[in-house]
């Protein structure tokens, strides 16, 4: 089953099961929001989203007025515990669909008979990696840009499967925090690593939709965009991870992810990519106006038939940031650093991929009203990527991009 088979049942049971007697309609709820952006950009490179070797969404010839993102969020309840959601998206950027999915699942949270919290998902829908995209749309509630961590995940990464959650609930136990055990199992996410890979960490908020693409870094005439949900290998990944909130305020999370891909198999236009990584994050709630996010995620992925089928071409990654964010009244002032690390080290003779850069972002989110809300961010990313060379390019840049956004949401 392809992932476009499993969203369409997802959506069937959101068309077509009836609302029980017991749940009332008002329960439904349906979000949006439209972002439109003024956009300046001051970079030598064509972005990624342009089959260039950029790192930002944008670049100088597609700078201007722009549309940020569209978003459509349904959530509402099936039954008194099976809740089903869906988020539908369109960007304008070119992609092969003009609206497409990003999630569609569907959620159990049975009543609890102990202290234990149980929820079940399956679907379409992402890890729960991120600390900072807690917005509508997996959107970052602190910024119009995501960290890079959390761009690749957008970029690469979606759970088309299972996922359990169990939590030990602190209270009935006369404790100050709650603790919870995370594990899923998925497919369809097989190409995942190769943007990684042939481009390195990003800083945007464009998100891949369940059925969309990315142009191909280095593509070579006649090539395709890169589809990422695809299942090649017939072999299902998993993640687990374990995570403690204390006074239902501070979050600190671990998680192990691993796709499980065999780097030897290819369906002819996409080879599968063995791409595991760890994440730590931890997000501090220290006041009403003070907020604290670090996060961490270290990894390999490769590619190519090998004798220990950890690939022929192997690279290392890791990335970590730290934000801090500052609110009063209608205003939100954010400040973020983040640190991006690739590097081959297997097959680099055949294709070197490297990279070394470093990236700051600040923002200002002012809500103008219950439905408006304002936008000032900056991003200046300064480092590195060795396969430019390849492409004729020096492989350092200073890419500065400034944006405005002006968005309605209901």
Not at 51 to 62: A, I, K, P, T, W
Not at 194 to 210: K, M
Not at 361 to 369: N, P, Q
């Amino acid at each position: 089953m392809r992932p476009r088979h499993l969203a369409e049942l997802t959506l069937l049971a959101v068309a077509f099961t009836g609302l029980p007697a017991a749940v009332s309609a008002a329960a439904y709820e349906l979000h949006g929001q439209i972002d439109l952006r003024g956009v300046a950009v001051d970079s030598p490179l064509a972005s990624f989203t342009h089959d260039g070797l950029g790192l930002l969404r944008f670049d100088e010839q597609h700078d201007g007025l722009q549309l940020g993102r569209l978003v459509l969020d349904f959530t509402g309840p099936l039954t008194q515990t099976l809740r089903a959601h869906v988020t539908a998206s369109a960007t304008a950027d070119g992609d092969q669909n003009p609206i497409d999915l990003t999630e569609a699942f569907v959620e159990w949270r049975p009543y609890p008979d102990s202290r234990w919290r149980w929820r079940t998902r399956l679907g379409a829908f992402y890890p729960p990696l991120s600390l900072e995209n807690r917005a509508i749309g997996w959107e970052s509630l602190y910024s119009l840009s995501s960290s890079a961590i959390n761009t690749w995940i957008g970029e690469e990464t979606r759970a088309i499967g299972l996922e359990v959650a169990a939590t030990a609930a602190g209270a009935p136990a006369g404790r100050a925090f709650d603790l919870s055990f995370i594990a899923g199992v998925y497919g369809w996410n097989d190409p995942m690593g190769v943007l990684i890979f042939q481009r390195g960490w990003a800083i945007h908020d464009r998100q891949t939709t369940l059925f969309g693409a990315l142009p191909r870094p280095l593509a070579q005439p006649g090539e395709r965009d890169i589809e990422f949900f695809h299942e090649i290998d017939h072999r299902a990944g998993y993640y687990a991870g374990v995570e403690t909130k204390w006074l239902d305020r501070h979050t600190l999370r671990y998680m192990h992810y691993d796709n499980r891909g065999d780097p030897a198999r290819s369906n002819g236009r996409d080879d599968a990519w063995l791409t595991r990584f760890d994440s730590i994050g931890a997000r501090l709630e220290l006041s009403e106006q003070w907020t604290l996010i670090a996060q961490g995620l270290v990894g390999d992925t490769g590619v190519g038939g090998s004798a220990d089928r950890r690939g022929l071409l192997i690279a290392d990654y890791w990335s970590y940031f730290a934000l801090g964010s500052y609110t009063s009244g209608p205003h939100r002032l954010t400040l973020r650093y983040d640190r991006m690390h690739v590097e081959s080290v297997r097959g680099a003779e055949f294709f070197d991929s490297g990279q070394n850069a470093k990236a700051w972002t600040a923002a200002w989110m002012l809500d103008l009203s219950e439905h408006w809300q304002g936008a000032l961010e900056a991003v200046r990313i300064d480092g590195s990527v060795t396969q430019r060379a390849l492409a004729g390019l020096p492989a350092a840049a200073v890419e500065r991009q400034l944006q405005v956004a002006l968005r309605y949401s209901f």
